[in-house]
C-alpha cells in the first residue's frame, strides 16, 4: 500500500502529529515532514516523490498553511497529478478558488473533531485508486453529441467528484453516492457519448470506471 501526503504549516505541527498517529493506527501509511527535509537537501526532489508515490493528499487549511507557497507548491503539484485531494480545515481563512470547491471536513471545533470521516474518506479513495496501474480501455468512442438526457448526470458526476477532488470513480461509487439504479451499461455508454468529458479506466481489481479527462 502506498501512502497518503499530509501537507501542512509548520505552525500546525500538532495537528500533523495527531493525524500521523490516527491515520497510522488505521493502518493507512503516510507522508509527512517532521523535519526531515535538511539544509542543503533538494527539498522539492523530496517533495515531489512523495507526491507521486502517495495516492491522495490531505492539506491542513489554516491561516498558516493558506499564505504559505509551501503548501500550495504541494497541493497544487498533486492537483497537477491527478491525485486526489481532502481538505481539512482547522481555522478561518482564504481558500485558493481550486480548494474552495473541494469540500472539506471540518476539523476547527477542538472538542469535536471527525476522526472517523477522515479516515472513512481516505479508505473510500484509497479503495479507488490504490492500483499498480490503472488501464484506459482501448475501445471505440461512439462519435455522436451529447444528448439532454445527459446534460443533469454529467454535472451530477461531475459534481461529486470536484467536490471530492477526485479524478476518477468506478461504478459501482457512482450508483452508491448518485443513482442506485445505474448499469454498468449505461455507464459505459454515457462515456461513449461524452468522450470530451470522460475516458473510461479499470480501477483495482478490474473495476470498471471512468475520468475525467
Known sequence: MSHVFLSYSHDDNFF?????????EAGISVWVDHGRLRAGED????????????????????????????????????????????????????????????????????????????????????????????????????????????????????SYLNQRGYQMVSFSRIRKRIDERLTDEQLTDLIARNKFTFRPVKLSGGKPGMAIL
Open 43 to 158: 527539498w522539492r526532489s523530496s517533495i515531489d516523490k512523495g507526491i507521486s508515490d502517495s495516492f491522495a493528499l490531505i492539506v491542513a487549511l489554516s491561516s498558516s498553511s493558506c499564505a504559505s507557497a509551501f503548501v500550495t507548491y504541494e497541493w497544487a503539484s498533486a492537483m497537477g497529478k491527478g491525485k486526489p485531494i481532502v481538505p481539512v480545515r482547522l481555522t478561518d481563512c482564504s481558500l485558493h478558488p481550486k480548494l474552495d470547491v473541494i469540500q472539506y471536513l471540518d476539523f476547527s471545533n477542538k472538542d469535536h473533531q471527525p476522526w472517523s470521516l477522515l479516515i472513512e474518506r481516505i479508505s473510500e479513495v484509497h479503495d479507488e485508486y490504490e492500483l499498480p496501474e490503472f488501464d484506459v480501455t482501448n475501445q471505440p468512442l461512439v462519435d455522436s453529441e451529447s444528448p439532454d438526457d445527459d446534460v443533469a448526470m454529467v454535472r451530477a458526476i461531475l
Open 16 to 24: 500533523a502529529e495527531l493525524a500521523s498517529i490516527k491515520l497510522e
